[in-house]
């Protein structure tokens, strides 16, 4: 097929933006979970 | 949360079906031949931005008249979702033009509606970052992001009002237009597994900003009522 890796980059780059952009959320939201943890378990402590 | 990791698998199912389906069932194309079958990701791609920013739209107003913070939670997501769902758009599109017509980038009406489209979401998303107090970030952002929709009908209707490199629209473009049995099924598969993608990716935003208002009001609180805070946190069941 002619230009066919022109229609899997097209296809892989849909693939990386979701996976990256998913990958950065799921990240910060690990992060702010652990913060608010630690954070109530501090208070907690007093 | 239950139905996430089943949605999630579904989602990424009919990528993979959509992908299959574009590259190796859709029928060539009469002038561009198998190189427009990236049209199904390109579209796709622009299925979720539309949507992504109407519901940013949507919650902007909703911001304005009700002062929810729910309403900026999911205005912020919306806008995150649909600059990514923009750029894999653009990303595709870029590919698409070389081959198609020798070149990468034109400052076509289509595309420059596009880019300027990205731009001010980048920029709505760069002003949230400047401003502390979240009411008046909330409110700043919201006026904004109204004046940025604008663009959005412009960019649908570029192609329609001025005939430039972009191509003709395919879908409601009038007599000429049309696609045919089989690569309707396939857009519409392409389509629906990018807007599953997108409503995956907003739901975990969406969550994200949940989260960040939780911790400022924990810091707000122990700063400010340390004793309250700690016995209504002892009464509170732990994650």
New interface residues.
């Given amino acids: 097929?002619?230009?066919?890796q022109?229609?899997?980059?097209?296809?892989m780059?849909?693939?990386a933006?979701?996976f990256i952009?998913?990958l950065s959320?799921?990240t910060?939201?690990s992060r702010?979970?652990d913060?608010?943890?630690r954070?109530?378990q501090?208070?907690?402590e007093? | 949360m239950k139905a996430r990791i089943p949605l999630t698998v579904l989602a990424a199912g009919l990528?993979s079906v959509a992908?299959y389906a574009?590259?190796f069932i859709a029928p060539d194309e009469r002038t561009m031949?198998?190189?427009q079958?990236?049209f199904y990701?390109?579209l796709?791609?622009w299925s979720a931005m539309f949507t992504a920013l109407t519901i940013t739209f949507v919650a902007n107003i909703g911001w304005l008249l009700t002062r929810r913070p729910q309403w900026d939670w999911l205005s912020v997501s919306g806008a995150?979702?649909g600059v990514?769902s923009c750029?894999?758009g653009l990303?595709?599109g870029v590919?698409?033009g070389?081959?198609a017509w020798g070149i990468w980038w034109t400052w076509d009406a289509r595309l420059t509606t596009c880019f300027v489209l990205w731009l001010l979401y980048v920029s709505y998303l760069i002003l949230r970052g400047l401003i502390e107090d979240p009411g008046r970030r909330a409110t700043l952002s919201a006026v904004f992001g109204i004046f940025a929709f604008l663009d959005a009908p412009l960019v649908y209707v570029s192609n329609r009002l001025w005939r430039t490199q972009h191509p003709a629209p395919v879908l409601l473009g009038g007599a000429n237009s049309g696609l045919d049995p089989t690569m309707g099924k396939v857009l519409m598969i392409s389509v629906s597994a990018?807007l599953a993608?997108m409503l995956?990716?907003l739901a975990?935003?969406y969550?994200?900003e949940r989260?960040?208002h939780?911790?400022d009001e924990?810091?707000v609180a122990?700063e400010t009522q340390?004793r309250e805070?700690?016995s209504a946190?002892?009464k509170a069941p732990r994650?």
């Fill in positions: 097929m002619k230009n066919f022109f229609l899997v980059a097209a296809w780059a849909v693939w933006v979701f952009y998913q959320v799921s910060r939201i702010l979970q913060e608010i943890d954070l109530k501090q208070l907690r007093g | 990528m992908g574009a590259l031949h198998e190189i079958r990236i990701f390109h796709g791609c995150e979702v990514a750029t894999a990303i595709t590919l698409w070389k081959p990018m993608m995956i990716v975990d935003r969550r994200l989260l960040r939780e911790l924990l810091r122990g340390p805070l700690v946190l002892a994650n």
